[in-house]
């Protein structure tokens, strides 16, 4: 067994040998984690045993799945980490030996997680962002400190002391000075917020998921699912019902799921939720029910906020806050989570909240400067060619394909209804220069407003279509290194463009741009 | 305001071309292995697809040459491109991270170069198409002298 030690590890190398372990409880977790895998082959094998039908895929896969719980075991033998004064490295591999090496002032975020496992034997999950443009390699992650351990990696590699950072840390591995930083709380969850869980759709998402296992179950256990009882006489009693009442019937069934679990979604994510300040300057968010999230931001990583509205959420007056952050990537699986500021909350606290982050609430409140007729009517002309483009597709269909006409009368309502959003998406457009703070808005079925700093801009790009430049609207990017890398202000009026980048970031272009 | 090399207009016209025989061959293929029935259909399709991978070449590259622009001063770099969608990018020198050169086996038919310039953001890289060979290298050295004098991190 070979150990590749790249260059920059030798030069950081026998400092210490201070290599470390992951806590030897993980032996205990990561075999039964690696059992949830293995949860559709044993119920489907059980089922099938049980039915009589053999199902050679269900062996098979608890056949790979002990492999995977041998592996799993390996894990904690094979892995190990150290800090030294520089750097952080980790260890890992059986076969193919790594070392990853991360310089620590390249360290913008530490994130610490708990699942309910890990809860149960006091463990925690560690993961470094570095922030890095490289999308392939996520960092260091450790799975399997103890509680105690992770909260004083987390502290040793911020270089600050988090109070209360994990909740069910035992007080005596808690380290002395803890109590010494002084921590204002930005935000906290109140109860009440629980009631904009049904208007996040995110119990859709449940529907999905649910579906997507019932499926996988039925197709290894070959069982025939119009046999169940329930469900055979749901589906006779649909078809026994007419359309109209079948369709409103399933409707509701979803509209109530879609509740339930959105509500039990928010309280499950958001639980305990707390939005903090170090002295330090670092911001500190807190919450989870079952798992426990604990993400930490450097303010100096911080280049701005954005505040969401979902068009259902802002139709009940609420928002959620994100920050935009260098190390933070937006939208990316697991890690999709680590930029909420505030879960969807009451406008005016958001607004509230995100004013505090950034330390100036002008930029959040400020009247935005519209983009214009020519925009608006852009804002149309979509909404109604793509309708028509549909209706003609299903016209298509049902002529050629002999579709029912009912698909064509269906597709009339999609020109109302894109005109409404068109409506609606015209209103969102706007953009305004406040005092080092650029502001833009855009979005109909999720309007947000990012609010970035001017200095945080690296670059910009104009972008004009065909039809853009016959009526004299650009589209203006500002690219950023940190949260989506690029924010737009689109279809601005050319000569506006042109000044908001003039005075966003003075000197740059007037060299290549007269007015 | 420099335009990039002459001889770009035949390296875009002869990319595009490369990109119309592989659109173009399998359908040939077709036409000929299809070989019952009436042969109208495929000869109608074929001359549409021949005169607007004509009229593509002959017209994108001239508008490109039009469009085209690129600058590079002490502060900051520049380009143009485009030509139905247009797209002008700005990076100032202080956030330039990587200065990169390539040239392809088409470019290298055109003794041409490509330089591309990438910041910190995953949004912002600035490429400048079609410079004549000795342009590129010498706009690498430059911005590598020019790049050298910042300092941070450049985010």
Redesign the interface.
Known sequence: MTTAVDPTEQAVADVDDGWRRLSPRMLAVHPVMELRRLIFPLVAVAIGLRNGTDSDGGWWALGIGGIGITLGFLRYFTTSYRITATHVQVRRGLFRRRTLTVPRDRIRTVDVTSNVLHRIFGLARVTVGT?Q?DKRNDGVKLDGLSAGHAENLHRELLHRPTAEALPDVDPGVRSPHAEASSETVLAALHPAWVRYGPFTLSGLIAIGVLLGIGSRLVNESHVDLTKIRVVHDSIEYLRGSPLPVAILLVAAAVVVFTVIASTIGYVLTFWNFRLSRHSSGTLHVRRGLLTTRNTTIEERRLRGVELSEPLLLRAVRGARVLAIA?GLRVGRGADRGGSVLLPPAPRAVAVDVAGTVIGDADPLTAALIRHGPRASVRRFTRAVTLSVIVILIVLAFVLLAGAPWWAFWTALVLPPLGALLAVDRAASLGHVLTDGWLVTRHGSLVRRRYVLRTD?V?????????FQ?RVGLTTL?A????GQ??YAVPDVPDAEGIRVARAA?P???E???AD | MHRVSPRALWYWAVKAAVLWIVLLVPQAIWWVADGDGTRLPHVIVGVAWLVLAAVHLVVMPQWRYRVHRWEATDTAVYTQTGWLSQERRIAPISRVQTVDSERGPIEQLFKLANVTVTTASAAGPIKIDGLAAQDADQLVADLTVRVGHTTGDAT
């Open positions: 922030g443009t260098t945080a690296i670059g910009w790009n104009m972008t004009t279509s065909l430049r990017v690219t950023t290194a940190g890398q690029h970031v000197g740059l272009l060299q290549f741009l």
